[in-house]
């Protein structure tokens, strides 16, 4: 079982990174860029104007280093997340750590790894799991706020240019799938409570 879990868990990691790759070399081999398009939009002419938007959008570097610098983007958009996860994770395994079940198993010669992996950790993230899908529900309705401030095109904005202009169909279409992610992401955690925590029982 663990075998076949770590198979893929790496299926799916080169999966999401192929997946980004093709994405992002795709945008880059189509005709024109970012900067065109806003100097087109805007009637603009000036050759050190456009170069200087290009390096402020880091259009003139290497596409590799394009691509590293998009991706640690991305890992950066959960900073303010991953310390909330990190201090609830904390606070739940001090919590954890002083049941008398801990003291048993440490009693019967059980390692510091498999006390703190096996038996502590695995009680102890129940309340992280639902932290982290409240905060994964909180970032897609917070891109509305964020894309709209910011000026940033995306699902959100889209959503609101819709409202803006009555289109309902594609206001109902995008609604209908934020609430998709937000449900799906809900019946997740319940599956990971039964997985995690085989007293956890739902009844039909």
């Known amino acids: 079982m663990a075998g076949y879990l770590i198979r893929r ?12 790759v093709i994405i992002f070399v795709l945008l880059r081999i189509v005709p024109g860029n970012i900067a065109d398009i806003l100097f087109d939009a805007a009637g603009m002419v000036s050759a050190a104007e456009k170069h200087k938007l290009e390096t402020e959008l880091g259009l003139d570097k290497p596409i590799v280093v394009q691509y590293v610098d998009w991706i640690g983007g991305l890992v950066r958009v959960g ?25 048993t198993a440490r009693a019967k010669g059980a390692s510091e790894l498999a006390v703190n992996y096996d038996h502590a950790l695995r009680n102890a993230v129940l309340p992280i799991i639902t932290i982290i ?35 309902y169909p594609v206001v109902q279409s995008l609604v209908m799938f934020i609430a998709l992610v937000v449900v799906t992401v809900n019946f997740l955690i319940d599956m990971a409570y039964v997985a995690l925590d085989p007293r956890i029982k739902y009844h039909e």
């Open 79 to 103: 900073f303010r997340s991953s310390a909330l996860v990190m201090r609830l994770t904390r606070s739940s395994m001090l919590e954890v750590l002083r049941q008398d079940y801990i003291r």
């Open 133 to 167: 899908g409240i905060e994964a529900a909180f970032l897609v309705g917070g891109l509305i706020v964020t894309e709209t401030v910011f000026n940033i095109p995306g699902v959100a904005r889209f959503l609101v240019e819709a409202i803006r202009w009555r289109d």
């Open 9 to 20: 868990l790496v299926l799916m990691v080169l999966t999401l990174f192929g997946i980004s």
